[in-house]
């Protein structure tokens, strides 16, 4: 996968099992290629394109940009919205379908006796599943102590049920520690879910085998 924009001098290769790290040095470039890189994932502008096979990908579609690791919420509503579509599926099948059909019709008698016993004119339809399961509260067990585990649960649950290919984390270092890195790099091995770190500067060593680009204050690309 390339990142091919009019801030890089050359496209810039986004491997896998391996940590990207793009360092712009400059602040005010750093700044905009950031603004400029929002607006290509938000609002469809052609600033920013990922070629992947010799073909463009829609960088909206397949792209999360993250800001901030304290704030990462693998319980939000549009990625239990896709979790309750999968476990709708999965209520209609055949080890369960059974005990389904018998919670339909006990439920439609409950409703029934209300409606009966209301003093209004009242109608029910059929169980809404996003809504049961809302309902029940069903959400990812998401109780991770460490800022790396609940990076590394979210990037597992977004990469499944959203497809999302491609992380692109603002700052990383600003948040992890070199073990934190490790265990990251660690993750990426097995994984062919790709991140990409935008930093506004390098001050740690440089992990083996890290995918570096560094744009120096001068906008030189070394």
Do not use: P, W
Request: aromatic share 10%; glycine share 2%; hydrophobic share 40%.
């Amino acid at each position: 996968m390339n990142l091919v924009t009019e801030y890089l001098e050359n496209s810039f290769e986004i491997k896998s099992k391996t940590i990207n790290t793009l360092v712009i040095e400059d602040t005010k470039y750093f700044t905009k290629f950031i603004k400029a890189l929002m607006e290509t994932a938000n609002r469809g502008s052609e600033e920013f394109e990922l070629i992947e096979d010799f073909k463009k990908v829609d960088l909206s579609k397949v792209t999360e940009i993250i800001f901030d690791l304290f704030s990462l919420e693998a319980n939000n509503a549009n990625i239990l919205k896709k979790l309750y579509t999968e476990l709708e599926k999965d209520i209609n099948s055949e080890e369960i379908f059974n005990k389904k059909i018998e919670m339909e019709s006990l439920a439609a008698n409950i409703a029934d006796d209300l409606i009966h016993m209301s003093r209004f004119s009242l109608t029910a339809g059929g169980i809404n599943y996003q809504n049961f399961f809302k309902a029940l509260a069903i959400e990812f067990d998401y109780d991770k102590n460490s800022i790396i585990e609940k990076l590394i649960e979210y990037i597992k649950v977004t990469a499944d049920l959203l497809d999302k290919k491609l992380f692109i984390i603002i700052n990383l270092d600003s948040f992890l520690t070199e073990e934190d890195l490790v265990e990251l790099s660690k993750f990426l091995c097995y994984n062919e879910i790709k991140v990409l770190a935008l930093q506004n500067k390098i001050t740690r060593q440089v992990k083996t085998c890290e995918n570096l680009r560094i744009v120096d204050q001068d906008l030189c690309e070394i």
